[in-house]
């Protein structure tokens, strides 16, 4: 059996007749760059995520970054963020000219620990940018508050989180601003690069608006420096029409997670937290295991894409290392990243299928 990590053919041909229709519709019109498919697509996203707007841009990157831009992110200022996650987060931060500030990570959500911020707090602070990662949201409410004490902007990388919730909230409308992604393999994927930028403060969000078109106030008028990293009309007409289905896919994915869970129940492998608080939407499914590397290798020889999200800590990248993070010690992040393993997670997954990847593991584990 060959089982991929995600199966983005499965889902294609599970929502073909819409996507075709769509993708016919912006041909038919010829209307490619903004207009009246993103705009119905923002308003479609920000209401499914409980926020007041969300503006369509050309990726998850520029989410973060047009998103940090709009909260004046500028050389000299800190960003308090994770070493534990994609480049893109602290990238962002980078390409703004101000500098990431890494913080460990809780070792059983694997996000920002809120109880680690604020010793990492300086007068040079001006944000706090956690990801809810693998799709469990970031402890919003303590975050929230060290936020609201010292004064910093809150901006969530949501990028694996679309319809996660915490405490009744949906991930995307509790920062300041909010960076989702529509990669191909994210929860909702267009199929290309796109994002987009949450949020309920009308001002923030007419400021990415203008950032993503060229600093464009009306046509022909620039009224700053801007970036060319619009949402194509092709994407989010896809997007709508995939909108529909997240609530279920979610389900089918929250589904699989109880199956692992069961089923790995006696192994000696760490299996996926869930906290009371949190509504967790398993972008990843990511266990824990002492000799990861041999049982990753074991699985691949047996036709099960595992992966690892993500081997690397950022303060370790060659990119952060040749920016003095040598002296960076992220203990809890660190010994994460040896121990994590993603394991195939995706809404079409049978459980047949999943049933197949745990007595790969039973095996490897001689029998558990
Ligand atoms: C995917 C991802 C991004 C970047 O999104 P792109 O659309 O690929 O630019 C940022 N942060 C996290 C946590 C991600 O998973």
């Known amino acids: 059996m060959q089982i991929p990590l995600v199966d983005l053919k499965a889902q294609y041909l599970s929502v073909r007749p819409e996507v075709d229709e ?22 479609a996203f920000a209401g499914y995520v409980g926020c007041r707007g969300a503006v369509g841009v050309a990726s998850g990157t520029a989410a973060l970054h047009l998103a940090l831009l709009a ?100 991930c995307g409308a509790m920062g300041h601003l909010a960076c989702f992604s529509f990669f191909p393999a994210k929860n909702i994927g267009a199929y290309g690069d796109a994002g987009c930028v949450t949020g309920s403060d009308e001002a923030l969000l007419a400021k990415v608006r203008k950032l993503r078109n060229h600093g464009r106030a009306k046509k022909y008028e620039h009224e700053r420096i801007g970036y060319g990293e619009r949402l194509d009309a092709l994407h989010a007409a896809v997007l709508a029409a995939k909108l529909h289905h997240l609530e279920d896919w979610i389900g089918a994915r929250r589904a699989h997670a109880r199956t692992y869970g069961q089923m790995l129940a006696d192994c000696d492998v760490l299996t996926p937290c869930e906290s009371p608080d949190a509504r967790h939407v398993y972008c990843y499914y990511v266990i824990r295991v002492q000799q990861r590397d041999d049982l990753l290798a074991h699985l691949k020889a047996q036709g099960v894409g595992a992966s690892i999200h993500y081997p ?14 040598g002296d960076v010690s992220l203990p809890v992040t660190e010994e994460a990243a040896d121990e994590i393993l993603s394991l195939p997670m995706y809404p079409e997954l049978t459980d047949e299928q999943i049933h197949y990847v745990v007595e790969q593991i039973k095996e490897f584990l001689n029998g558990c």
């Open 71 to 170: 909260c004046d992110m500028e050389p000299g200022d800190e960003v308090i963020t994770t070493a534990h996650t994609f480049i893109a987060t602290a990238e962002a931060i980078s390409q703004t000219g101000a500098r990431p500030v890494f913080v460990d990570i809780e070792p059983r959500t694997y996000n920002l620990d809120p109880n680690r911020v604020e010793d990492a707090i300086t007068p040079h602070t001006k944000a706090i940018l956690p990801v809810h990662l693998y799709g469990h949201p970031a402890e919003m409410e303590p975050l929230t508050d060290i936020a609201q004490r010292h004064n910093l902007w809150l901006i969530e990388d949501a990028a694996q989180a679309h319809g996660a919730e915490y405490k009744g909230q949906r």
């Open 22 to 43: 769509a993708i016919q519709r912006v041909l038919d019109s010829t209307s490619f760059i903004l207009g009246n498919e993103v705009a119905q697509f923002e308003q």
């Open 312 to 325: 690397i800590p950022l303060h370790r990248q060659p990119a952060y290392l040749n920016m003095g993070y």
